[in-house]
T-cell receptor, first 117, second 111 residues
Framework: DAGVIQSPRHEVTEMGQEVTLRCKPI?????LFWYRQTMMRGLELLIY????????DSGMPEDRFSAKMPNASFSTLKIQPSEPRDSAVYFC???????????????FGQGTRLTVV | LAKTTQPISMDSYEGQEVNITCSHN???????ITWYQQFPSQGPRFIIQ???TKVTNEVASLFIPADRKSSTLSLPRVSLSDTAVYYC????????????FGQGTELSVKP
């Protein structure tokens, strides 16, 4: 497996434009997570899905952010309209619910570096 | 989820053993302790996890005392390539790996 694949790797957009980030999780994984990383706030969990269903979106900063997972192999994070303060690295991660009492290992993608000017 | 506290930064030299201690005073009975490593411009990567006592793998060892209120990640004989940010997390196994990251410890290994 190629791991978690995110696209694009870099995105530069103007304030007010719509931005869509994409993620392909590892095949067979039933959990998908979206994180945002900035110097000021560190790594923040935005939302996570289990079997394509959003479980917790309490980390989504505001209504301008939305995430979908139409099937087990694809998820999107959309920002509309984008603002300069949305500039960050956005990571997608996936994991497989394990058997037994262990924390499933989360596999992270390479991230999308978003710059809003 | 239990809050974790760890040093913001640490310095070491090549060949030394590095121990990073993490405090998690409010850890719950069902929480496990896991550590991740993050290199610049990359996503975090799993290192090790444990519940109590000692766990060792090919990369690191994890020491957890009986009260589980702290844990220590031990990296034997570090090299320059171990320069990274190390995150200590506690998580409940039944949440699919839902991880809440703290500030992490920035380890700098010098020649």
């Amino acid at each position: 497996d190629a791991g978690v694949i995110q696209s694009p790797r870099h995105e530069v957009t103007e304030m007010g434009q719509e931005v869509t980030l994409r993620c392909k999780p590892i095949s067979g994984h039933d959990y998908l997570f979206w994180y945002r990383q900035t110097m000021m706030r560190g790594l923040e969990l935005l939302i996570y899905f289990n079997n394509n269903v959003p479980i917790d979106d309490s980390g989504m900063p505001e209504d301008r952010f939305s995430a979908k997972m139409p099937n087990a192999s694809f998820s999107t994070l959309k920002i509309q309209p984008s603002e300069p303060r949305d500039s960050a690295v956005y990571f997608c991660a996936s994991s497989a619910s394990g058997t037994g009492e262990v924390i499933p290992e989360a596999f992270f993608g390479q991230g999308t570096r978003l710059t809003v000017v | 989820l239990a809050k974790t506290t760890q040093p913001i930064s640490m310095d070491s030299y090549e060949g030394q053993e590095v121990n990073i201690t993490c405090s998690h005073n409010n850890i719950a009975t069902n929480d496990y302790i896991t550590w991740y490593q993050q290199f610049p411009s990359q996503g975090p990567r799993f290192i090790i996890q444990g519940y109590k006592t000692k766990v060792t793998n090919e990369v690191a060892s994890l020491f957890i005392p009986a009260d589980r209120k702290s844990s220590t990640l031990s990296l034997p004989r570090v090299s320059l390539s171990d320069t990274a940010v190390y995150y200590c997390l506690v998580a409940f196994y039944n949440q699919g790996g839902k991880l809440i990251f703290g500030q992490g410890t920035e380890l700098s290994v010098k020649p």
